[in-house]
């Protein structure tokens, strides 16, 4: 699926875009579904970053046959992960971020495996795939991230307002040697990014929304030694590609795999919460 040059540039960069990965009838049809899904959108709760914002996601940890279980099932999604990855590889959640205009709060740095490690898996075999539904600009807060950075390995993680942050000297060191990518993407575009990847994402002081559904995978040679939040190693039915125009606008429906925030403590159930 994806060219040996491809691989090679992941490896080095530490993220692929994938321009029209979905096409734009596909698109169109996840953002409108989504917008609509009353039990994606009641499941979603807000997180604060440092100056107080709130930004807000949904989150399930397994695929439906739902729409967006579909999507993040096709092979074209998940044989490019197993090409990533070096093998079979299992969904380890998904989530759907809203970062609305003018409200949306920032993501602080960090990495994901900064938050995984702790869920029992022993390497960053792991990586995600982001798809921008909503033109993703730097004006509506688009994921930045710093290329090459998933090469310095794990870093320590912090509080950083409800979030958790990689350590801010490392941060600032990296930020001086590496370059700095602004991901801004056309709808139906994908980032295929290394759970090592230190990435963040400013605040929507725009007028326009930025919803984003980013799957998560885990490689099942990884399968984490101990229970988490997040699943261990549960196989993973691929659906082909056509699968998302005739699986149509069919929402979430009696999914118990959401993540829920315990009351009065938005991150309970969510160490750092950024990459949760
Ligand atoms: O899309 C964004 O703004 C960042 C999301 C993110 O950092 C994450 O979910 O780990």
Redesign the pocket.
Known sequence: MLSEKEIRQFQQDGYLFVPGLLSREETSLILETARNDHQMLDHAFGVQDTSGRQ?R?SLWNHPGDDLFGIVSRTERIVNRMEDLLGGEVYHYHS?M?L?EPRVGGA?EW?Q?YGYWYQNGCLFPDMA?C?IALDPATKAN???QVLKGSHRMGRIEHGLAGQQTGADAERVKAATERMELVYCEMEPGTAIFFHSNLL???AANTSEFP?W?L?CCYNAASNDPYKDSHHPRYTPLHKVPDSAILATGAKMIDGNDSFLKPKPGNPTARVPGS???
């Open positions: 930004t996601l989530k971020t970062k993501w960090h994901d995600s982001l807060g688009c994921l990435h963040c994402s930025r984003s980013i950024a990459a949760v």
